[in-house]
């Protein structure tokens, strides 16, 4: 790949993890047992293209995403929960590729997503950490 479309591709995505991948539909990782080998943070946005940013820190409130050694040409975007976990994951990391380089060296760690509902009513992403 040249030096000039690898700038291209890197800035036109919200974190260096999507960059030359493909996203992924919740339809592509449901019902499959799936090895997460990175992770990294992008930022959120509302409705009207700003950032949201956390009042408590101030913040640019992120979400995760994830590479699979099953899929590793492509990215998924995680919710609230399984953000929190990424956000664990950094516990004594400077930046995500670090805490990705020892989490694919230790094999990556397996999970599984199924559909369920909230209280409300609404589609929620289930994951289980096998």
């Known amino acids: 790949m040249s030096k000039f479309k690898k700038i291209a591709q890197d800035s036109t995505v919200l974190c260096k993890l999507q960059s030359g991948r493909t996203k992924l539909d919740t339809e592509d990782v449901v019902g499959k047992t799936l090895t ?11 409705k009207n ?9 101030g ?4 979400y995760g995403v994830l590479v699979f050694a099953e899929m590793p040409d492509k990215y998924y975007n995680v919710g609230i ?12 990391y400077d930046t995500p590729e670090e805490a990705s380089a020892d ?11 199924t559909m369920g509902k909230t209280k409300g009513g609404n589609n929620l992403v289930n994951v289980e950490i096998i």
């Open 36 to 46: 997460i080998t990175a992770f990294d943070f992008a930022p959120k946005f509302d």
């Open 49 to 57: 293209g700003a950032p949201i940013i956390d009042d408590s820190t």
């Open 59 to 62: 913040e640019a409130e992120t």
């Open 81 to 92: 929960v399984f953000t929190k976990v990424c956000h664990a994951w950094m516990d004594g």
């Open 103 to 113: 989490l694919e060296a230790e094999g990556g760690v397996q999970v599984a997503f």
